[in-house]
């Protein structure tokens, strides 16, 4: 029992610094306080913050530099999701470098549960615009986004997408200024061997799945999107 609650501990304690980090308490190169100083804060010994700290060190978050101590390297951006949600408008940091970059974009027929996320009957013929991609903060992937749109509201989506870098510029040059988030339900996973890849993190690290719909004014969808996000670069905040 010890060792499982120790094993919990040095989790609680790399998920503490880790929201201290994103708050800014524990800025992009400073650096944490001393083993010893953790291990007084947190009432435990020194071995649990080691791990808690390697950890840390895995997922990119900080760095440690012989005779120098443990610095910090990265800072997780929080992500709004609301009723209007956009990449590149909701997360924060807005001076940084944010980029898309397209692995796929394909027209097909919308698979059975795509008929039914986009709330169309069966003999209905619901032909979309997939995009399959990386985005991207200071050059660093930070989530992983497959995208639908139906061809019938948005015929040029995937030219618009592939000039502008953007879906929701790319859906306003297609004449859709506007459209609002009508779900989005999140889900704990961990990536596989291609997400991994795409992400430049380990297999079986921590993702987090976001399944949206997005609607326009008049009810019909606009968008059925998936994203994977990475635990240890994106915070999101539910509105």
Same mark, same amino acid.
């Given at each position: 029992?010890?060792?499982?609650?120790?094993?919990?501990?040095?989790?609680?304690?790399?998920?503490?610094?880790?929201?201290?980090?994103?708050?800014?308490?524990?800025?992009?190169?400073?650096?944490?306080?001393?083993?010893? &100083?953790? !291990?007084?804060? $947190? +009432?435990?010994?020194?071995?649990?913050?080691?791990?808690?700290?390697? #950890? @840390? =060190?895995?997922? /990119?978050?900080?760095?440690?530099?012989?005779?120098?101590?443990?610095?910090?390297?990265?800072?997780?951006?929080?992500?709004?999701?609301?009723?209007?949600?956009?990449?590149?408008?909701?997360?924060?940091?807005?001076?940084?470098?944010?980029?898309?970059?397209?692995?796929?974009?394909?027209?097909?027929?919308?698979?059975?549960?795509?008929?039914?996320?986009?709330?169309?009957?069966?003999?209905?013929?619901?032909?979309?615009?997939?995009?399959?991609?990386?985005?991207?903060?200071?050059?660093?992937?930070?989530?992983?986004?497959?995208?639908?749109?139906?061809? &019938?509201? !948005?015929?040029? $989506? +995937?030219?618009?997408?592939?000039?502008?870098?953007?879906?929701?510029? #790319? @859906? =306003?040059?297609? /004449?859709?200024?506007?459209?609002?988030?009508?779900?989005?339900?999140?889900?704990?996973?961990?990536?596989?061997?291609?997400?991994?890849?795409?992400?430049?993190?380990?297999?079986?690290?921590?993702?987090?799945?976001?399944?949206?719909?997005?609607?326009?004014?008049?009810?019909?969808?606009?968008?059925?999107?998936?994203?994977?996000?990475?635990?240890?670069?994106?915070?999101?905040?539910?509105?």
């Amino acid at each position: 029992m010890t060792g499982f609650r120790m094993a919990f501990r040095w989790q609680q304690i790399a998920d503490t610094i880790t929201s201290m980090i994103a708050n800014g308490s524990y800025p992009r190169g400073s650096r944490l306080p001393t083993e010893a &100083a953790l !291990a007084d804060s $947190f +009432g435990v010994n020194r071995h649990t913050v080691r791990r808690a700290v390697a #950890a @840390l =060190r895995d997922t /990119g978050l900080v760095q440690p530099r012989q005779g120098a101590g443990v610095f910090v390297t990265g800072q997780p951006r929080t992500y709004r999701l609301g009723t209007r949600t956009r990449f590149s408008q909701n997360i924060d940091g807005r001076g940084s470098q944010m980029t898309m970059t397209l692995l796929s974009l394909i027209n097909r027929r919308a698979s059975a549960s795509e008929y039914d996320r986009f709330e169309v009957d069966r003999p209905k013929t619901l032909q979309v615009t997939v995009a399959f991609g990386i985005r991207s903060l200071e050059q660093e992937p930070v989530s992983l986004f497959y995208s639908r749109i139906p061809t &019938a509201i !948005a015929p040029e $989506f +995937g030219a618009a997408l592939d000039e502008h870098g953007s879906i929701t510029r #790319a @859906l =306003r040059a297609c /004449g859709i200024p506007d459209y609002i988030r009508k779900s989005t339900s999140l889900m704990a996973v961990v990536a596989d061997a291609a997400q991994a890849r795409h992400l430049h993190c380990q297999p079986g690290d921590p993702l987090l799945r976001s399944d949206s719909v997005d609607a326009l004014a008049d009810g019909r969808i606009v968008e059925v999107g998936t994203s994977w996000f990475r635990g240890d670069s994106i915070r999101l905040l539910v509105d």
